[in-house]
């Protein structure tokens, strides 16, 4: 079946610009993560949500950064007013609930570079 | 906090050589342990994972063993091939206001050479 989609792949935008990021979850996953990989860090969680809400938001580097979730499915991740340290890939997660040992399924990622 | 460290890498290996990559964690109370292998040019991937302690996962030949005692989770393979180079990331989840969100180690790049 079809895994975990995410658009772009790719995207290459100027400091300063925003930038929309989306998650297309497995059908039926009621939980979704976003998470941050990049060379200095490592992977980094962003947050989290379950169906619509977001109930930990922790992860989020400044209040730059925003993401929503609608009808309990897409998600989008949206990062305002772009800085060089915002390139990384970003990725999003879903599982079939957030349970005790809940596998997450993960997408190919979007790799953000910040002009 | 929670937080995962293993072993520093590039670890390079002939093939059918034995492989061990060393994950210990740092946790509160009972988390689920995890590894994830990310193949070149490509996503994240679940390989295996416990738990509870003493639970063994296992696929692929890799095998990991959730040991409470000493707060480890290492994966091991017998006979390793070239196609299992990639990057192995050991990971531990707990259940809280956030989900169930994943703590990563650094990652460790496996090379196998023939």
């Known amino acids: 079946g079809a895994g975990v989609s995410q658009s772009p792949s790719n995207k290459v935008t100027e400091k300063g610009k925003d930038v929309e990021l989306r998650c297309d979850p497995i059908?039926?996953?009621?939980?979704l993560y976003w998470y941050r990989q990049s060379l200095g860090q490592g992977l980094e969680f962003l947050i989290y949500?379950?169906?619509?809400?977001?109930?930990?938001k922790s992860g989020l580097p400044s209040d730059r950064f925003s993401a929503e979730r609608t009808g309990g499915s897409v998600s989008t991740l949206t990062i305002q007013r772009t800085q060089q340290e915002d390139s990384a890939v970003y990725l999003c997660?879903?599982?079939?609930?957030?349970?005790?040992?809940?596998?997450?399924?993960f997408g190919d990622g979007t790799r953000l570079s910040i002009l | 906090g929670n937080s995962v460290t293993q072993m520093e890498g590039p670890v390079t290996l002939s093939e059918e050589a034995f492989l061990t990559i060393n994950c210990t964690y740092t946790a509160t109370g009972y988390p689920s342990l995890f590894w994830y292998v990310q193949y070149p040019g490509e996503g994240l991937q679940l390989l295996l994972k416990a738990t509870k302690a003493d639970d063994k996962g296992s696929n692929k030949g890799f095998e990991a063993t959730y040991r409470k005692e000493t707060t480890s989770f290492h994966l091991e393979k017998g006979s390793v091939q070239v196609s299992d180079s990639a990057v192995y990331f050991c990971?531990?989840?707990?259940?809280?206001?956030?989900?169930?969100?994943?703590?990563f180690g650094t990652g460790t790049q496996l090379k196998v050479e023939l």
């Open positions: 949500f379950q169906g619509n809400s977001a109930p930990d």
């Open positions: 997660a879903s599982s079939l609930a957030a349970g005790v040992g809940q596998p997450q399924h």
């Open positions: 059908s039926g996953h009621t939980a």
């Open positions: 990971a531990l989840s707990w259940i809280t206001g956030g989900g169930n969100k994943l703590t």
